[in-house]
């Protein structure tokens, strides 16, 4: 198991940008896939972006272009920067390592709120 607590949410105006930080209590990169994943009121999780522990990097289409994920190895950080960010980017964003069903983590979550 691996802890995470996420951080960095905030309310911002469209077309602005945050950058969400998420620390893990130990090595993740070289054990799990690491992940943002994202929660809207009424709607299912979804996965906004990943790190796979192969290094490849994919995003959900509706952030192609605007999000971009990277980590910090030595700091045990994950980071997901988030530009021009659209009013239906409004959620609650979720912090995840995973190496298998039986071994899924999840942060606290942190609240992104994108209104004019």
């Known amino acids: 198991q691996v802890h995470l607590v996420e951080s960095g949410g905030g309310l911002v105006q469209p077309g602005g940008s945050l950058r969400l930080s998420c620390a893990a209590s130990g090595s993740i990169f070289r054990f799990y896939d690491m992940g943002w994943y994202r929660q809207a009121p009424g709607k299912q999780r979804e996965l906004v972006a990943v790190?796979?522990?192969?290094?490849?990097?994919n995003y959900a289409d509706s952030v192609k272009g605007r999000f971009t994920i990277s980590g910090d190895n030595a700091k045990n950080m994950l980071y997901l920067q988030m530009n021009t960010l659209k009013p239906e980017d409004t959620a609650v964003y979720y912090c995840?390592?995973?190496?298998?069903?039986?071994?899924?983590?999840w942060g606290q979550g942190t609240q992104v709120t994108v209104t004019s």
């Open positions: 995840n390592a995973r190496n298998g069903p039986l071994n899924n983590n």
């Open positions: 790190i796979t522990r192969g290094g490849t990097r």
